[in-house]
């Protein structure tokens, strides 16, 4: 006849290792993990694809303001907002409007440029950048 202690052992011995039911805890909680990190990454891509396309529009907007600094002839400012000079780069559409202000013996003229952007250009609203520019 074994012993009480062999007994014990072997009922302890047959209770090793995890029940069913904790084993599928375990993988649905690794599972939400796992998708979790999988939407944060999806969101990440988004965001810096989205980064980009505000950047280059950025820099198109800033682009058309620095050639409206540089204009040689003030008189002839408003022919920055000729097609010519307004021509789509990489899905991004600058659009400059030329204001002249000549009001109370003022001379001023009012440049703003607005980029847009079309699908898969990254950019979700438009950026805009102005600047106003006296008569010499």
């Known amino acids: 006849m074994p012993a009480h202690g062999t007994i014990t052992h072997r009922a302890q011995s047959s209770r090793r290792g995890f029940t069913l039911i904790e084993t599928m805890v375990a993988v649905v909680l690794l599972v939400g993990v ?4 999988g939407m944060g990454t999806t969101v990440m891509s988004k965001n810096v694809s989205d980064s980009s396309g505000r950047s280059r529009a950025q820099a198109l ?3 058309q303001i620095g050639r409206a600094r540089a204009w040689p002839t003030y008189a002839t400012l408003s022919a920055l907002s000729a097609a010519n000079f ?3 780069v990489g899905g ?7 204001a002249v202000d000549s009001s109370g013996g003022r001379n001023i003229t009012r440049v703003s440029v607005t980029v847009t952007g079309g699908t898969g250009s990254g950019l979700r609203a438009p ?4 600047i106003s520019i ?3």
């Open 86 to 88: 307004n021509t789509a």
């Open 61 to 63: 907007a800033d682009m």
């Open 127 to 130: 950026i805009v950048r102005s």
């Open 134 to 136: 006296a008569a010499p």
């Open 92 to 98: 991004l559409t600058p659009a400059t409007a030329v």
């Open 34 to 37: 796992v998708l979790a990190m």
